[in-house]
């Protein structure tokens, strides 16, 4: 399946040393027409420098523009909401903008300088003026690049990181997996597909919103041995989520939330009953994720099975159907 990560095409931006040394050289190892050595010494020189000072102005406002114009448009009908959420929480959508905003200030930064040095090569009357004026343009323009050295890297941090989100499908149905920390959310991810999510014995585990690929078969019948057809659907594995408010919840909390409100064709959500000092803080999780998203199917499932009696199994069930009957309730449905 290609990839619908937007971030994934965008070549690495440079620092800024590197960004002015490549062009840099670029421009120092073009060959500039109209100074060889049947035209005029100083002629010669003049044109080639003021030349120089012309293309490397051009060459820097074409690598800072490039740098802006491959960065994905940051609202969510050119991509995936759930991108827009993420690149909010951990770097904020107005800081990107403006950094990238600044890129294209200091490309017209450059435009001006090159405008102001070359009447004064057209001007210059020896060799080594108009050496001196086309190297003080260069000097100029690169402390212009430096400047912007900081915002460089942050926007090639930015890019690494979304690099590493997972491709979405939108065509295909997402079910999202939710649930206090360490109840088993990545078990289940990686019991049913082929994704291998970290899983650890100790919470927050999970630290990133990850996808694995599940093709769930369609039987004719409940008789029926073979399937007839399969739906693809997308299974993510989120952070654990903590019984609070928005306001409180922290960071790595947030990003699951965002894909709940972004992603989710269903929610599943993992119930641990072998946590037993969190147990009214689940319900309650469980009770905010089922009124913020009302209008998205959702599914309990009992974890860790296996560590529970059967007559605990059935005070479970007794208890469900009392007091949350409209959410439908399963026991482990995958082999551990
Ligand atoms: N006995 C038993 N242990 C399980 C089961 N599912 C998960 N575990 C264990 O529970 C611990 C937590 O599992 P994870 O899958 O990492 O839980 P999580 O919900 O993804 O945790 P966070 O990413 O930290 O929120 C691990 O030690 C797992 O081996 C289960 O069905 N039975
Ligand atoms: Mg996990």
Not at 23 to 36: D, H
Not at 52 to 63: G, T, V
Not at 186 to 206: D, H, K, M, R
Not at 310 to 324: G, I, R, S
């Amino acid at each position: 399946m290609p990839s619908t990560n937007p971030f994934r095409s965008i070549i690495p931006v440079p620092r800024a040393d590197k960004l002015f040394l490549m062009a840099q050289n670029s421009v120092m190892k073009t060959s500039i027409r109209g100074t060889s050595d049947s035209v005029p010494p100083m002629q010669r020189i003049r044109k080639k420098e003021a030349t120089r000072i012309e293309l490397l102005s051009k060459e820097l406002r074409n690598r800072l523009f490039r740098i802006v114009e491959d960065f994905p448009r940051l609202d969510a009908e050119n991509i995936t909401g759930f991108y827009v959420e993420i690149l909010d929480l951990s770097f904020g959508l107005d800081r990107i903008r403006k950094t990238l905003g600044s890129f294209s200030g200091a490309a017209d930064v450059v435009w001006k300088i090159k405008r102001e040095h070359l009447g004064d090569v057209w001007n210059a009357r020896s060799v080594l003026a108009a050496k001196n004026i086309r190297r003080a343009a260069f000097g100029r323009m690169k402390s212009v690049i430096i400047k912007l050295d900081a915002r460089l890297e942050f926007i090639e941090g930015v890019r690494a990181r979304m690099r590493g989100m997972p491709g979405i499908d939108l065509d295909q149905p997402t079910i999202c997996i939710a649930g206090y920390p360490n109840v088993g959310k990545s078990s289940l991810v990686n019991a049913v597909t082929s994704a291998t999510p970290e899983i650890g014995a100790y919470p927050f585990t999970t630290k990133e919103v990850t996808l694995g690929h599940l093709k769930i078969p369609i039987f004719a019948s409940s008789t029926s041995k073979r399937p007839i057809s399969h739906i693809s659907c997308q299974i993510v594995d989120t952070p654990g989520i903590l019984d609070r408010s928005l306001t409180e919840m922290k960071e790595i909390e947030l990003r699951a939330i965002a894909a709940l409100k972004t992603l989710a064709t269903a929610i599943v959500f993992i119930f641990d009953f072998t946590q037993e000092t969190s147990l009214i803080s689940q319900i309650n999780l469980l009770n905010q994720i089922s009124q913020n998203f009302q209008e998205v199917p959702l599914l309990l499932i009992c974890g860790k099975e296996d560590l529970l009696h059967e007559n605990q199994k059935n005070q479970l069930q007794a208890f469900w159907d009392q007091n949350f009957s409209s959410i439908t309730f399963v026991f482990t449905i995958y082999e551990q």
